[in-house]
């Protein structure tokens, strides 16, 4: 089984509506991660959580919300989506934090 | 500028060539460097990490850190056509609460290696 899984995998939306992905990993890790990736711009950290208490915004948080329910479970949400946050979105674990793993990804269509 | 600058190729070099692979940086807090491996549809995969200055070899793959100039290598040698895929470096320092901030990546260079 995979370590860092995401859920879905692939999501076509339309603007305006409410969008949660969602993250769990198995290898036990405090830290956890919320990149997006852009065709020409590289990854990008959106939020970051050390723990179930500590949160943390990253380079492009506007438009996003995260949610950290367990150690394992790390949720980003957008609120009403728009078309420019079509994008390629990865979870990541770490510990010690330059050591970070990813999951697969999930392909995010807003329409 | 940029934080990271990293050419985006695509570099596209014969099977058994040493393949070198740049990034510059301009931030001095940065203090740990990463090398990942990215294929197609995939999540990024580590590949090397180094702290501060130095080289580190594993295996064809060696990384290299220059603090001073502000500037990283991954070299891979005997290249294969299997390690044709993008590669992304990616940084890390720490803030002023006493944490390590999350990673700051370059764009990726896309790698073929020819058969």
């Known amino acids: 089984d995979a370590d860092v899984t995401q859920t879905p995998r692939n999501r076509i939306t339309k603007t305006g509506k409410r969008i949660m992905l969602e993250c769990s990993q198995t290898?036990?890790?405090?830290?956890m991660y919320w990149y997006r990736q852009d065709p020409g711009l590289g990854l990008r950290l959106i939020y970051y959580?050390?723990?179930?208490?500590?949160?943390n915004k990253g380079e492009i948080s506007d438009g996003y919300s995260v949610s950290r329910q367990a150690q394992a479970k790390f949720s980003l949400s957008l609120e009403s989506a728009i078309p420019n946050q079509t994008a390629l979105y990865f979870c990541?674990?770490?510990?010690?934090?330059?050591?970070?793993?990813f999951g697969p990804g999930t392909r995010l269509t807003v329409l | 500028q940029k934080e990271v600058e990293q050419d985006p190729g695509p570099l596209s070099v014969p099977e058994g060539a040493i393949v070198s692979l740049n990034c510059t940086y301009s931030?001095?807090?940065?203090?740990?460097f990463m090398w990942y491996r990215q294929y197609s549809r995939k999540g990024p995969e580590l590949l090397m990490y180094?702290?501060?200055?130095g080289n580190k070899e594993d295996g064809r793959f060696t990384a290299q850190v220059d603090k001073s100039s502000k500037y990283i290598s991954l070299f891979i040698r005997d290249s294969q056509p299997s390690d044709s895929a993008t590669y992304l470096c990616?940084?890390?320092?720490?803030?002023?609460?006493?944490?390590?901030?999350?990673?700051?990546f370059g764009k990726g260079t896309h790698l073929i290696i020819q058969p």
């Open positions: 990541a674990t770490s510990d010690p934090p330059s050591e970070q793993f």
């Open positions: 290898k036990g890790h405090d830290r």
């Open positions: 959580s050390f723990d179930v208490k500590d949160i």
């Open positions: 931030n001095s807090a940065f203090q740990y």
């Open positions: 180094t702290y501060s200055s």
């Open positions: 990616a940084m890390q320092g720490w803030h002023s609460g006493g944490g390590a901030d999350g990673l700051t």
